[in-house]
């Protein structure tokens, strides 16, 4: 099979669906997952509520322009307790290369 030319029968192969609604419930959802995502990767509050304003987030901005900031911000505020409490902090550990700086999640 040709690399571009996708084959119909794979499983695994990549659909996109469009699925249309006028329910801020359904937003809403779709903002949890977003912070509920960054949260667990351990992002602090102002940097998701940044995500959320930042044109380049397609979904996170969506979400923002249509339920708000206020509901983005009550959002982040009382899923942050459930799944907060990570801190991403720096390490160094040296190699035959010399130093590398990597990001370590701790509980």
Not at 4 to 23: A, F, H, I, Q, Y
Not at 56 to 66: D, K, N, R, V
Request: net charge negative.
């Amino acid at each position: 099979m040709p690399y571009d030319d996708p084959d119909v029968t794979d499983p695994m192969s990549l659909n996109g669906v469009v699925v249309e609604t006028d329910s801020d419930a359904a937003m809403r959802d779709m903002a949890e997952c977003f912070v509920e995502e960054y949260i667990r990767s351990g992002f602090d509050k102002d940097r998701i509520l940044k995500m959320f304003q930042t044109k380049a987030y397609a979904g996170p901005f969506l979400a923002y322009q249509t339920i708000g900031e206020d509901a983005i911000r009550l959002i982040i505020d009382e899923l942050f307790p459930l799944w907060g409490g990570r801190q991403v902090k720096t390490t160094s550990t040296s190699s035959a290369n010399g130093q590398i700086s990597l990001p370590i999640l701790e509980s």
